[in-house]
């Protein structure tokens, strides 16, 4: 099982900035790929991005490509999501989470995700 135990929300004004960050623990070394993804209210969840643990591979929702960057430190088990430009749109619960093993299923899809942190608020006001 993986722990994974996200921080950097908070509140910012439409155009800033904010980096979230993702400190994982446990079994860390069967995580293929690590995913930010944002819940606003009263909507579905959704992907925001992903990278893949051993390539480094990124992948973003249209949503939020060439402003926000994901990234990882392996050595500090870290991975961070870099949001710029941020609008009143971007608000949400953000969540990671870790996925394991081969799935058809691309990388932002939540439900082949099977580990998850507890969430940060990100509120962006206009």
């Known amino acids: 099982q993986v722990q994974l135990v996200e921080s950097g929300g908070g509140s910012v004004q439409s155009g800033g900035s904010l980096r979230l960050s993702c400190v994982m623990s446990?079994?860390?070394?069967?995580?293929?790929?690590v995913g930010w993804f944002r819940q606003p209210p009263e909507k579905e969840r959704e992907g925001v991005a992903a990278i893949s643990s051993s390539s480094g591979n990124k992948v973003y929702a249209d949503s939020v490509k060439g402003r926000f960057t994901i990234s990882q430190d392996n050595a500090k088990n870290t991975v961070y999501l870099q949001m710029d430009s941020l609008n009143a749109e971007d608000t949400a619960m953000y969540y990671c989470a870790a996925r394991s093993g081969r799935w058809a299923s691309g990388p932002l899809t939540a439900r082949t995700y099977n580990s998850w942190g507890q969430g940060s608020q990100v509120t962006v006001s206009s």
């Open positions: 446990g079994y860390t070394d069967s995580t293929r790929w």
